[in-house]
């Protein structure tokens, strides 16, 4: 019983220790569980912190990339800018450079014309003397003219007895001096000139070289253009505008003054039997007077001295200017543009808003002068003055008469004034008109010296780059610096009134100018041709229209210019020229032909040998070259397609002079 119970108690102490530790271990157990729950917890929200860290670190990279991605768009951006402005640094640089050349170019340029100016400031002021010298010796000249002019009038009723002779037949040598011309004007009686106590000599090398470029000319004309009015020399045919054998007249004076008679004869046969005006239809009124009536009233004059006085040639000029008289119809009396030579019907072109154009209006009173002197009948002479009247008594205060004139009024319808196209020969015929109808209507004279006066104030100007002197357009008041080739025969023009002027040197010093400057024209060109004109500006002369169609204005200028001072300088101007076109425009099968662009060399061509080549240019231009006693200018004076009209004497009825 002692050892059943004394195994129970030790059972129970086992037993009591056993859940002791049981109980432990569970609370272990537990506290670990709890330890690792907590942990798993704590882990769990450590994972979830985490997690959302590892979210914002990977959107702040994203971020990071995107801006990164941006930054090397905008460095890229920044770069390729950079790059450019690096290429356009490197461009302006160059540019720079380049303008630096050429402003140094311009500056060697420039201080080279200038010493070229000053050079020819010395070589002016020179010939400044010189002409002054001239101006004293002409007015003396002149007072003693005059002196002896007023003994004639005293001792003169009539003519002068050498004016019998008009009528007579005569013949002048194959190459003509000049000194045998029907109705020459006495000493006493002739117009004042410029250089007239200085002699020129023919250059015969010269001048031949000029024939031989007029016969080639005209031969050419000859065998393919016959009875046209103008040759296509590329082309070896005729054409036609006026529809009246243009070259055919208008050669007739040149072939009289370079002593081909016979084929002057030819000229002459044709125009008789072939020269009709019954069915021509509408024409230029100014052209066909110009051309045609001056051209066949000079070759009246001239076949007087070469042979005998051939009436069926004013009987021609009879007939055309019967049919032009008609376009003086007008409420005002200036005439029509145009006119229907078989119906008499006038008009004026549209684009000039129905005005006519002043050069058309003021360049016909030479030719209906002589048309009365010749016939006899003063209708001619009366109608084409009173153009002049008219224009008188709208004449501006400055003298500088406008493009345009109404027809209907007489009044002047424009403030454009030019001295080049549709201007030019209207001033020109001022004094021109006046010398050749013997000196005698002082308000003609007046005309001239209000307008010349305002040419020489308004637009008479000096370039400031090169120094050339230049005749420019006004508009409105305000200068056109602009050109005219046919604005060259300003200094014919103040050559042939210098004399009569109150400045006369002044005037040539002016022609000298021009003179130079139509030369530079055709120098300062690769082909060594003009332009038909040239512009002033900041960069000097330059070409404006740049074609040429053989204008004999420059080589007009000269020609005066060399009859007035027999400076050679002229005569190598001239010679110039002529080399260019030799070189360039000679057609072999015959002709010559004008350019289309001056400023290249060798220039393109065209197909036209103007008829005012034959008339003009190869006129002036052999008259270059001639002494004086060819075509003397105190016994002629010419036309503006420089026919050559014989002086009225101021003495007896006015009309002395001529055949």
């Not at 002054?132 to 009038?153: C, G, N, S, Y």
């Not at 002369?541 to 200028?557: K, S, T």
């Not at 010679?575 to 425009?585: G, I, L, R, S, V």
Request: proline content about 3%; overall charge neutral; hydrophobic content about 35%.
């Amino acid at each position: 019983m002692r050892t059943a119970k004394a195994i129970g108690k030790k059972g129970s102490g086992l037993c009591s220790r056993t859940s002791i530790i049981l109980y432990i271990l569970i609370l272990v157990l537990v506290y670990i569980v709890a330890t690792m729950s907590l942990a798993a917890s704590s882990a769990k929200k450590r994972i979830a912190i985490l997690e959302k860290e590892k979210l914002e670190l990977a959107a702040a990279h994203d971020e990071d990339h995107q801006a990164h991605s941006e930054d090397h768009k905008a460095l890229s951006v920044e770069q390729k800018k950079r790059e450019a402005d690096k290429v356009f640094l490197a461009s302006q640089s160059e540019q720079l450079a380049a303008d630096l050349e050429v402003k140094t170019k311009a500056l060697k340029t420039a201080k080279s014309a200038q010493d070229k100016l000053k050079e020819q400031l010395d070589i002016t002021k020179q010939k400044a003397e010189e002409l002054k010298k001239l101006a004293k010796e002409a007015v003396e000249k002149a007072k003693a003219d005059e002196k002896a002019k007023t003994e004639k009038k005293e001792a003169a009723d009539a003519k002068p007895a050498d004016k019998k002779e008009d009528k007579e037949g005569g013949r002048r040598d194959k190459e003509p001096s000049g000194t045998k011309i029907k109705g020459a004007l006495p000493e006493g009686d002739k117009p004042l000139l410029m250089g007239s106590d200085k002699k020129g000599e023919a250059d015969l090398e010269r001048q031949a070289a000029v024939k031989a470029m007029f016969m080639h000319s005209w031969d050419g004309y000859k065998k393919f253009a016959w009875g046209t009015d103008e040759l296509m020399p590329r082309t070896r045919a005729g054409h036609n505008w006026l529809n009246q054998g243009g070259s055919i007249v208008d050669s007739m004076s040149t072939l009289a003054v370079m002593g081909e008679v016979e084929e002057f004869k030819k000229n002459a046969e044709w125009v008789k039997a072939q020269l009709h005006f019954e069915a021509k239809g509408d024409v230029s009124f100014f052209e066909t007077t110009i051309r045609v009536l001056g051209g066949l009233l000079s070759a009246y004059e001239f076949s007087c001295d070469l042979y005998a006085c051939d009436e069926g040639l004013l009987t021609k000029a009879k007939d055309i200017g019967d049919r032009l008289l008609k376009a003086f119809n007008t409420p005002s009396g200036l005439p029509y543009a145009s006119i229907n030579l078989a119906s008499g019907h006038g008009s004026t072109p549209g684009w000039t808003g129905g005005a006519a154009i002043l050069a058309e209006v003021a360049t016909v009173q030479m030719e209906f002068s002589a048309l009365s002197k010749h016939t006899g009948d003063p209708h001619y002479e009366e109608v084409a003055m009173k153009c002049f009247r008219t224009l008188e008594k709208n004449h501006p205060a400055n003298g500088l008469m406008p493009l345009y004139v109404s027809v209907q009024t007489g009044a002047y319808t424009s403030n454009h004034v030019s001295l080049g196209a549709m201007g030019d020969s209207a001033f020109e015929y001022l004094i021109k008109t006046w010398i050749l109808r013997g000196r005698r209507e002082q308000w003609l004279k007046d005309m001239y010296d209000k307008s010349v006066d305002g040419i020489q104030k308004h637009l008479v100007k000096t370039a400031q780059i090169d120094g050339h002197v230049y005749v420019a357009e006004n508009k409105g008041g305000s200068p056109i610096h602009k050109m005219d080739h046919l604005a060259c025969f300003v200094a014919g023009m103040f050559v042939i009134g210098a004399p009569y002027s109150n400045d006369p040197t002044g005037h040539l010093t002016s022609a000298t100018g021009v003179a130079e400057t139509c030369f530079q024209m055709y120098h300062k060109q690769a082909s060594g041709l003009s332009p038909e004109n040239v512009e002033f500006g900041g960069g000097g002369m330059r070409a404006g229209a740049v074609y040429n169609i053989q204008r004999p204005e420059a080589v007009e200028a000269w020609f005066y210019m060399w009859r007035a001072t027999k400076d050679p300088i002229w005569r190598d101007h001239g010679w110039a020229m002529y080399q260019a076109f030799e070189k360039h425009c000679k057609v072999e099968s015959g002709g010559y032909v004008g350019v289309r662009d001056v400023r290249v060399a060798p220039p393109p061509l065209d197909d036209t040998q103007q008829t005012f080549w034959l008339a003009e240019t190869l006129k002036y231009l052999y008259l270059l070259f001639s002494d004086d006693d060819t075509i003397p200018l105190d016994q002629y004076v010419f036309n503006t397609e420089a026919h050559p009209l014989k002086i009225w004497s101021s003495v007896g009825d006015g009309k002395g002079g001529g055949g």
